[in-house]
DNA sequence: CTTAAATCCGACTATAATTATCGTTTATTA
DNA sequence: TAATAAACGATAATTATAGTCGGATTTAAG
């Protein structure tokens, strides 16, 4: 049920060159230093976020990466996908990576992981990193106190 | 972002018993045949249930499975939770398996996953099998259409 | 033109999780 | 006592995760 390292990685790398859009590269070095991720882990991420077009990169002593495509022209729901391949919580309810269970002509419990599907992924692919680069962060205490009716999640 | 199979799998062996709750032991080779299971791996399963208190077993020659408790009184939330650990896509933003994180008085990103958290916790723990065993199964086609203005998921 | 600082590339490793399978023992009942 | 179940513990195969490493190439500054 987990998204992986690299999203997370991923992700606290694009916001911090959403932050810097339009200004100079940052380098591999700075960006794990500010983001607490191992430097060579995160080359390879962004050796992949540019493949994607997400991301430019400069070699040489004063280069480093920026962002290649407007904020609001990326979703959270793409870079996730992308290295997660998909937001479903099981295959069959999937649609980029849908695969066939026998099970579905009688199965129930489908419905229930096809609406926790279409509502995560409304708001991943709604949220681009524009809009989520101006959400303040979330305050201490919020998570666990937000209880759901069972034990929590 | 996906429950294992053995969560798939322990699901369909439960509906299996809500569905027969009051009646006869079902015995795995029934359960395994009826839900598309390895009967070894469903052997692992049941056990694991069992030692929940979800079910109970008879052995012997007219034994098998039965649920243990009333189909209100178990959610979809417990067992997925029992297999899978947690709901939550992120572990800074789970209750039952939080990790702290460095970058949370800085992340804005997790505010996403905390919304994708308390939809899912929701769902999945107001889902009990009673509510989900009445369930009729997703229609065909119904999966792929429901696009959510992105790539879907 | 050399050097320092970057990215780029491919391979590699280590560990953990996932998805089972197998052999044997114990219990039940017809 | 024979047939049919569950119970138990071990093991195995595959895949995913989370990195690490060495070296090649590119770039700008001195």
Same mark, same amino acid.
């Given at each position: 049920?987990?998204?992986?390292?690299?999203?997370? $990685?991923?992700?606290?790398?694009?916001?911090?060159?959403?932050?810097?859009?339009?200004?100079? *590269?940052? *380098?591999?070095?700075?960006?794990?230093? +500010?983001? #607490?991720?191992?430097?060579? !882990?995160?080359?390879?991420?962004?050796?992949?976020?540019?493949?994607?077009?997400?991301?430019?990169?400069?070699?040489?002593?004063?280069?480093?990466?920026?962002?290649?495509?407007?904020?609001?022209?990326?979703?959270?729901?793409?870079?996730?996908?992308? !290295? #997660?391949?998909?937001?479903?919580?099981?295959?069959?309810?999937?649609?980029?990576?849908?695969?066939?269970? &026998?099970?579905? *002509?009688?199965? +129930?419990?489908?419905?229930?992981?096809? #609406?926790?599907?279409? $509502?995560?992924?409304?708001?991943? #692919?709604?949220?681009?990193?524009?809009?989520? &680069?101006?959400?303040?962060?979330?305050?201490?205490?919020?998570?666990?106190?937000?209880?759901?009716?069972?034990?929590?999640?």
């Amino acid at each position: 049920m987990r998204v992986s390292k690299k999203t997370d $990685y991923a992700l606290r790398a694009l916001f911090t060159l959403v932050d810097h859009f339009g200004g100079a *590269p940052i *380098p591999i070095r700075e960006l794990a230093r +500010r983001n #607490d991720v191992p430097k060579r !882990f995160l080359e390879q991420i962004m050796l992949a976020l540019k493949s994607q077009g997400w991301v430019r990169s400069e070699a040489g002593i004063r280069g480093g990466y920026v962002l290649a495509k407007n904020p609001e022209k990326i979703t959270m729901g793409e870079v996730v996908r992308h !290295f #997660d391949g998909i937001l479903a919580p099981i295959d069959c309810v999937s649609v980029t990576g849908y695969k066939r269970c &026998s099970q579905e *002509p009688v199965c +129930r419990f489908r419905r229930v992981f096809l #609406d926790a599907r279409n $509502y995560v992924a409304g708001i991943m #692919d709604r949220s681009t990193l524009a809009d989520v &680069s101006k959400i303040s962060p979330v305050s201490k205490h919020e998570v666990s106190g937000s209880f759901t009716g069972g034990e929590g999640i």
